[in-house]
């Protein structure tokens, strides 16, 4: 069975750091490329950043590139979302999602069920 489970969320303060996990099960997150994605309370899903398959980043939202890194390691079958200097705006599920595509241009459909995120000022 293919899915991928984030875990990583919490309750922070703002300006700490969180580093979020998204675990890859029943396959190789060496050929897919892999996004995390988040949706705060009464707003829509937003793009954060896409890693493909030669480690090649696409970011989604310039304003989240300086603070939010997407990392992987192939070998843990996980890809990471760290988050520096948490703000309360940073309130969210977060996603993560393949497209089964080696690019990131590709519409994602496999998604994990999330990680919340809580940011208190």
């Known amino acids: 069975q293919t899915r991928l489970v984030e875990s990583g969320g919490g309750v922070g303060k703002a300006g700490e750091s969180r580093r979020l996990s998204c675990v890859a099960s029943g396959f190789s997150l060496e050929y897919y490329a892999i996004a995390w994605f988040r949706q705060a309370p009464g707003k829509e899903r937003e793009g954060i950043s896409c890693i493909k398959y030669a480690e090649e980043i696409t970011h989604y939202a310039d304003s989240l590139k300086d603070r939010f890194t997407i990392s992987k390691d192939n070998d843990k079958y996980t890809v990471y979302l760290q988050i520096d200097t948490l703000k309360p705006e940073a309130t969210a599920v977060y996603f993560c999602?393949?497209?089964?595509?080696?690019?990131?241009?590709?519409?994602?459909?496999?998604w994990g069920r999330g990680t919340q995120v809580t940011v208190l000022s």
């Open positions: 999602a393949t497209n089964w595509g080696s690019y990131c241009q590709s519409d994602f459909n496999t």
